[in-house]
């Protein structure tokens, strides 16, 4: 469905220099910087996946949604939505997406909001029979009808954010394009709006490219993750994968009471492990010792045993790694060998 | 044909919709009516006030200076009525990245700029047109025949194109300078010179409102077909002429600056 091929995207502004003086520089020299935002990304989509695009702030996730939509041009590569150039074509194109970007709205903002899918159905030329039967739908899924006459100003975030999933679908788009669709929702609200995600992937088979900071979004929407890194795709795969991979680390947190004698603990000679297998903390305000070891090569009563050796304990507890912590840590490595 | 009857239909269900929120609020609805009304009674003292002061000017009486001065407001008023949002373009649009969401509908860019506001003050202008024409005729001192009425329209839809095109050429520097308001404030504001027989200027001043922006082609030279012992038709010929040239490349650079067109961080 979506073909992504070496696709970069340079933003180009002039150098800007600290200060009056600076400004004044800046107005007479030729200087440019180039930023990257997006570099030579490849990707493909099938239909009906539910892919999520994950990344930091300012990783180049919504460069490349814009790219897909139509928005941008891209400095280097191609992409293709559905077989179509959507620079080359951008009206063909608009009529197989559905975009909603959780900080803007598309809808009209002094107007009922039943008058914005009427002024969409013209738009998209969506056939009476559909456009009734489509918004029985979207009101079944996201109960549209307990605000279809109040102007779109008045709603509340949430609501807003339903409206504008629903405008989004009217024209029963091939691609679903969301941006943060959940940012500043409440739980509840979360839920619906993913819980209609689903529905509308099941019963239309639309694709489904979600950016979010939201763990939860993930975890309970996207079979496949893509994750990007200053530009760069660092993670293409199954969420499964990623957490064998990544997840291979537990942590025990230990209530002790002898903090001095720690120093006698060796822990990394003792199972004969690098850094990497093995990595402790202390925390005094709560005498906690925090130990985070590979799974894989080390035992909980291994730890336990060797710790208890030296100290006291009183209080213990095991986390296995959350997907949040996962990808925090990605982040921060900036490269995953998983591709 | 089919496409042109589908953006007819959209151009009426996008007007219908501004008109919609117009109404919403009934009270600046009618607070903009009284001001227009209220800014061109002014207008239109200003402009006897001055003339009385000048009884003739470089063989121009005022009579004729009038003619010229109320034709000029009718393309003037057109563009303004239709085409007022191509300022928002320039000031803000591509600033804040709401451009975005012309990019994202199946239909014509420039279109959906355009259909999605009407500017109800510009009746003011058209009216003051009207008005200032219909004075001339009762005068007589301006050619009634059929060729010159087909032509009066003729040439005030060039006249509007021609100022769509100025402000859309400057508008849409925006996509690589962010925000060029200022840019088309000056030039726009080049269309007051247009109002009064160019050669009353000098020369630098005639050469840029008559070739680089050709407000002159606007205004003074039409006019001067229209009013008696003037011009022969052929200006209205050549200010169709100018008014597809700059059309032509207004509408190219508008095109190129799409494809530059950076958006906004969220």
Known sequence: ?????????????????????????????????????????????????????????????????????GILTPTKGTCRVAGINPNQNRKENAKNIGVVFGQRTQLWWDLPLGESFTILKEIYDVPAEDFSARM???????????????????????????ADLGAALLHNPKVLYLDEPTIGLDLVVKDNIRRAIKQINEKYQTTVILTTHD???????????????????????????????????????????????????????????????C??????????????????????????????????VKDVQIQETELAQIVKEIYNHGTAEGR | MNACKRYMRLYRVLAAQFFKTVMQSKVDFLMGLFGFFFTQIMGIAFLYLVFDQIPSLQGWTLDQLIFIYGFAQIPRGIDHLLTDNIWLVAWRLVLNGDFDRYMLRPMNIFFQIIAEK???????????????????????????????????????MAGALIYTSIKLFFAALAFWLKTSGPFLQVAYQMSDFAKYPTEIYAKGVRFLITWVIPFAF???????????????????????????VFWCIAYYVFNRGIRVYESAGN
């Open chain 1, 279 to 312: 990595s402790t903390e202390f925390i005094e305000e709560t005498n906690s010792f925090c130990v985070t070891f590979d799974k894989h090569r080390i035992q909980v009563p291994q730890v336990l045993s060797a710790v208890m050796e030296v100290t006291e």
């Open chain 1, 1 to 69: 469905m979506i073909e992504v091929k070496n696709i970069s995207k340079d933003f180009v502004s002039p150098k800007k220099y600290p200060g009056l003086k600076g400004a004044v520089k800046g107005l007479f020299s030729n200087e440019k910087v180039v930023k990257t935002a997006v570099d030579d990304i490849s990707f493909s989509i099938r239909k009906g996946e539910i892919v999520g695009y994950i990344g930091s702030n300012g990783a180049g996730k919504s460069t490349t949604i814009k790219m897909m939509t």
């Open chain 2, 218 to 244: 606007v205004a003074y030279l039409p006019a001067s077909f229209f009013l008696k012992s003037g011009a022969g038709a052929g200006v209205i010929g050549f200010e169709w002429v100018i008014a597809i």
């Open chain 2, 118 to 156: 009407l500017q109800p003050d510009a009746l003011g202008e058209l009216l003051v047109g009207a008005i200032l024409v219909v004075r001339s005729l009762a005068k007589g001192i301006v050619t009634v025949d059929a060729a010159h009425v087909v032509l009066f329209f003729v040439s005030v």
């Open chain 1, 215 to 277: 763990i939860g979004d993930i975890e309970e929407l996207c079979s496949r993750i893509i994750i990007i890194d200053e530009g760069k795709l660092i993670y293409d795969g199954s969420l499964a994968n990623l957490k064998d991979t990544y997840g291979n680390k537990r942590k025990i947190s230990m209530e002790i009471r002898q903090p001095w004698k720690l120093k006698e603990l060796h822990l990394e000679e003792t199972f004969g492990v690098g850094e990497d297998g």
């Open chain 1, 136 to 162: 029985d739908f979207l009101n079944d899924v996201l109960e549209l009808q307990d605000f279809i006459d109040r102007p779109v100003r008045t709603l509340s975030l949430g609501q807003r954010m339903r």
